[in-house]
């Protein structure tokens, strides 16, 4: 199975500040990379995907970006962040072709 | 947009009970449906898994049952415990991929002992 770590867990940031959630992958080669954010109360919502190196899908329009610069490496940013990007962000990874998906333990954001 | 909801935002349980909890889907072309389990502050877990060709899948005391005719799921865990209080969430895919999945807001599962 797969091991999925994100880091921060919990971060704090004033509004209009940058940044940047990692997400590293273990245990597979070449996996389907997701982000996803959770609103209180609410399900989850795909904001980004990558089948490849540098190949990333964009689901929702927003401030924030998302990068691979190595295989089993993914990293959520914002050059200035709004209040609204409040929210547990939890990166997820699938192998190619099928297969479970596995999900870090999450990056909760509190943008002040 | 979600099109994956759920019928009851919580539910509370004795423990030793049978929980059931409901979902529904909107999108008729979709053909994978999952359940996650998800504790407070960590991320989700797969539960159990079904596609369109099938009605009903059984796991380790979890059991999923798909009506395609009124686009209705449900996840029944038998013989609730403590352990299983967390949010459930059901979601769907098309093309049996769990990628792109729509997910419901998820139901909040609270056992008593």
């Known amino acids: 199975s797969q091991t999925i770590h994100q880091w921060p867990a919990t971060l704090v940031q004033p509004v209009g500040s940058p940044l940047s959630l990692e997400c590293t992958v273990e245990?597979?080669?070449?996996?389907?990379l997701y982000w996803y954010r959770q609103a209180a109360g609410r399900g989850l919502q795909l904001l980004f995907y990558s089948i490849g190196i540098d190949q990333i899908s964009s689901e929702v329009p927003q401030n924030l970006s998302a990068s691979r610069p190595q295989d089993r490496q993914f990293i959520l940013s914002s050059k200035k962040l709004l209040l609204s990007d409040s929210g547990f962000y939890l990166c997820?990874?699938?192998?190619?072709?099928?297969?479970?998906?596995?999900f870090g333990e999450g990056s909760r954001l509190t943008v002040l | 947009g979600e099109s994956v909801g759920l019928h009851l935002p919580t539910l509370s349980v004795q423990e030793g009970d049978n929980s059931i909890i409901n979902c529904a889907y909107s999108n008729s072309a979709s053909d994978y449906f999952i359940w996650y389990k998800q504790e407070s502050g960590k991320g989700p877990q797969f539960i159990i898994d079904i596609r369109s060709n099938m009605d009903k899948r059984q796991g380790q005391r979890v059991t999923v049952l798909l009506n395609k005719t009124v686009k209705h799921l449900s996840l029944q865990i038998a013989a609730t415990q403590p352990g299983d209080s967390a949010v459930y969430f059901c979601?769907?895919?098309?093309?049996?991929?769990?990628?792109?999945?729509?997910f419901g807001k998820g139901t909040k599962l609270s056992v008593k002992p």
């Open positions: 997820a990874s699938a192998s190619s072709g099928s297969g479970e998906l596995f």
């Open positions: 979601a769907e895919a098309k093309g049996g991929s769990q990628g792109n999945l729509i």
């Open positions: 245990g597979t080669s070449n996996p389907n």
